[in-house]
């Protein structure tokens, strides 16, 4: 049978990100790179999906996760047929991948990712 679109990517975001860092590498033993430039720490779970800690601006605390996808703009406009708000529009990201991310009807921020998943190319 068909899988469906798999998790690729997940994000925690906090009003304090550098203590965020201490709580989870404390608690769940992940080494995290932060990255002074960007304002966002690549969490090492050494498993797949792979993760990232940044500093909740504008946006209350919250968790998120991101689902690969073949077409963005095809996945968003599904979403708002189904009472969705996009929040983040497609978005190119480094490498030749985008992102965009939406709230579903209950206010849940979800992601979603389009291009070459490492590990599954």
């Not at 990517?9 to 860092?21: L, Y």
């Not at 969490?43 to 919250?62: N, R, Y």
Request: charged share 25%; hydrophobic share 35%.
């Amino acid at each position: 049978w068909k899988m469906g679109n798999p998790l690729v990517h997940f994000e925690i975001a906090w009003p304090d990100a550098r203590k965020a860092i201490e709580f989870y590498t404390s608690l769940f033993d992940w080494k995290v790179k932060w990255e002074d430039e960007t304002q966002y720490g690549i969490i090492d779970t050494g498993e797949k999906p792979c993760g990232g800690i940044m500093k909740a601006e504008g946006f209350p605390p919250m968790t998120a996760f991101y689902i690969h996808v073949d077409d963005i703009d095809k996945y968003l406009e599904k979403a708002k047929s189904l009472g969705s708000e996009v929040k983040h529009p497609k978005t190119a990201i480094p490498g030749g991948s985008f992102y965009a991310g939406f709230f579903d009807p209950a206010g849940n921020y979800i992601g979603l990712f389009e291009g070459a998943v490492e590990g599954n190319q």
